[in-house]
Nanobody, 125 residues
Framework: QVQLVESGGGLVQAGDSLRLSCATS????????ASWFRQAPGKEREFLAG????????YYADSVKGRFTVSKDVAKNTVSLQMNNLQPEDTAVYYC??????????????????WGQGTQVTVSS
C-alpha cells in the first residue's frame, strides 16, 4: 500500500525558510511525478512544484518560482520542498502527491493517484 507522509511544517515568521519532506513507501515510482500542492482556508488547492522521479524534470507555479525548490532523493524515496522568504500568504496546508500526469496535466491535482495527509505551514507577519 502506497503511503506518503509529509513533515517539516510549522510556525515561522515572514522572511524565514522551511524545508518540507515527503516520505514515500509501499511502491516504486519510476515513471511517476511527485508534486507539492497547498490549500489555504477558503481557497482552492494550488499546485506549487513537481519533479519527475526519473530524469528529474522540474515544474513550478509562477507564484513560487525563484522562492521554492523541489528535489528528490531516490535512494531514500523522499521528495522535498525548500521554501525561502516565506510570507503570510504562504500559510496553508501543504500536501505531496504522486501520479503519472502527462506534461500538460502536471499542475492538475486530479492527475495524481496518491496523496499525503498534509502538513500545516503558518507564516506570521
Amino acid at each position: 500500500q502506497v503511503q506518503l507522509v509529509e513533515s517539516g511544517g510549522g510556525l515561522v515568521q515572514a522572511g524565514d525558510s522551511l524545508r518540507l519532506s515527503c516520505a514515500t513507501s509501499g511502491g516504486t515510482f519510476s515513471g511517476y511525478t511527485a508534486s507539492w500542492f497547498r490549500q489555504a482556508p477558503g481557497k482552492e488547492r494550488e499546485f506549487l512544484a513537481g519533479i519527475r522521479w526519473s530524469g528529474g524534470n522540474r515544474y513550478y507555479a509562477d507564484s513560487v518560482k525563484g522562492r521554492f525548490t523541489v528535489s528528490k532523493d531516490v535512494a531514500k524515496n523522499t521528495v522535498s520542498l525548500q521554501m525561502n522568504n516565506l510570507q503570510p500568504e504562504d500559510t496553508a496546508v501543504y500536501y505531496c502527491a504522486v501520479g503519472r500526469p502527462i506534461q500538460s496535466s502536471v499542475r492538475q491535482g486530479g492527475s495524481y493517484y496518491y496523496w499525503g495527509q498534509g502538513t500545516q505551514v503558518t507564516v506570521s507577519s
